[in-house]
Nanobody, 124 residues
Framework: QVQLVESGGGSVQAGGSLRLSCVSS???????MAWFRQAPGKEREGVAR????????DHADSVKGRFTISRDNAKNILYLHMISLKLVDTAMYYC??????????????????WGQGTQVTVSS
C-alpha cells in the first residue's frame, strides 16, 4: 500500500513559481509517478508523469516549458517545479502512483494510488 502526502501548494501571483512535493510512505523505486490537477467545475487532468528511474517523463502541452516533474527515489519524494504560473493553473494538485514493474512509463489512466491534494491558487 502506497500512501502519498502532497505539500508546497499556496497562493502566488501570476508569473511566480512554486515547488510541490509528494512524500511516499513506501519505497517508490518500482512505481511510476505523476501529478494531476483538478480545477473547480472541470475534470481531473494529467499534468506530468515520470518513469521509475526519473529518466523518462512526459508533460501535458499546457505546462510544457513551465513545469518539470522529478523524483528522488532515495528519499521517496516526487516533485513538481512550476514556473511562470498562470491564472489557469489554479487547481487542486494531486500526486499519484502506479506499479511500474517491467514498464518504462504508464499512461495517466493507469494510476491508482492518490494523495489528498494540495491547493495552488494563482492570482493576477
Amino acid at each position: 500500500q502506497v500512501q502519498l502526502v502532497e505539500s508546497g501548494g499556496g497562493s502566488v501571483q501570476a508569473g511566480g513559481s512554486l515547488r510541490l512535493s509528494c512524500v511516499s510512505s513506501a519505497d517508490i523505486a518500482n512505481y511510476c509517478m505523476a501529478w494531476f490537477r483538478q480545477a473547480p467545475g472541470k475534470e481531473r487532468e494529467g499534468v506530468a508523469r515520470v518513469g521509475r528511474l526519473g529518466t523518462t517523463s512526459d508533460h501535458a502541452d499546457s505546462v510544457k516549458g513551465r513545469f518539470t516533474i522529478s523524483r528522488d527515489n532515495a528519499k521517496n519524494i516526487l516533485y513538481l517545479h512550476m514556473i511562470s504560473l498562470k491564472l489557469v493553473d489554479t487547481a487542486m494538485y494531486y500526486c499519484a502512483a502506479v506499479d511500474c514493474s517491467g514498464r518504462i512509463l504508464r499512461t495517466f489512466e493507469d494510476f491508482n494510488y492518490w494523495g489528498q491534494g494540495t491547493q495552488v491558487t494563482v492570482s493576477s
